[in-house]
């Protein structure tokens, strides 16, 4: 996935090459995209590092969520439940949990 091969990079120069890949890569203005890209060169290593720390986790968030949403739809899909359905079940399972672990 790519947040394990961004936990990967430890060059600085590789790190503010990939963030600036992923800058170019959102969807807004061109100009605020050149605004970004040239504060990259202001910023000392330490905060180089600290951007790139966010946008790794970020990263690993949305891998996250992506795996549960295939999770999900695994998981209706053979038990032959609507989304709404799953996601009841969830919280009951969930509920659950909260309750025996508290016990």
Known sequence: MISSFLGKQKDI????????????????????????IESLDVLDTQW???LYENMKVFVESLEK????????S?????????????KEKK?????????INNM
């Not at 890949?21 to 959102?26: A, G, N, V, Y």
């Not at 998981?75 to 989304?83: E, N, P, R, V, Y």
């Open 13 to 36: 120069k590789r790190k503010k090459k990939l963030i600036r890949i992923m800058i170019d890569s959102l969807n807004i203005p061109e100009k605020q995209k050149y605004l970004y």
């Open 48 to 50: 180089l590092d600290k």
């Open 65 to 72: 969520k992506e795996k549960e949403e295939i999770s999900f």
């Open 74 to 86: 695994n998981f209706a899909s053979i038990w032959g439940l609507t989304k709404k359905e799953l």
């Open 91 to 99: 919280k009951e399972e969930n509920a659950f949990s909260f309750l």
